[in-house]
């Protein structure tokens, strides 16, 4: 069955940087877009950004646009997530999964902004 496995979190101050990986499996990775989510305590989870199958942009939330991009490498089954200019309001534990139809979240990656 589907599998993501997310990594690249951890400290970052505010203004720095992080890159985040999701490995996909159990799904032929090429034929569908994908998408990062995130989901901060006590909040709903929300969608962070989106990519099609061939790399070009579906979606960014307002609150990201400018400062995170998302790519992918579908030789590797990956999607990354390349967060800029990274402020508070951004911590939270993201995660990545397909755009359309979510399957079984994997266990998520945390981002923790602090000075």
């Known amino acids: 069955q589907e599998q993501f496995v997310e990594s690249g979190g951890g400290l970052v101050q505010p203004g720095g940087s992080l890159r985040l990986s999701c490995v996909a499996s159990g799904f032929r990775f090429s034929n569908y877009h994908m998408s990062w989510y995130r989901q901060a305590p006590g909040m709903e989870r929300e969608l962070v950004a989106a990519?099609?199958?061939?790399?070009?942009?579906?979606y960014y939330a307002d609150s990201v646009k400018g400062r995170f991009t998302i790519s992918r490498d579908n030789a590797k089954n990956t999607v990354y997530l390349q967060m800029n200019s990274v402020k508070p309001e951004d911590m939270s534990v993201y995660y990545c999964?397909?755009?359309?139809?979510?399957?079984?979240w994997g266990q998520g990656t945390q981002v923790t902004v602090s000075s």
């Open positions: 999964n397909q755009y359309v139809v979510q399957r079984a």
């Open positions: 990519i099609r199958t061939t790399g070009s942009i579906l």
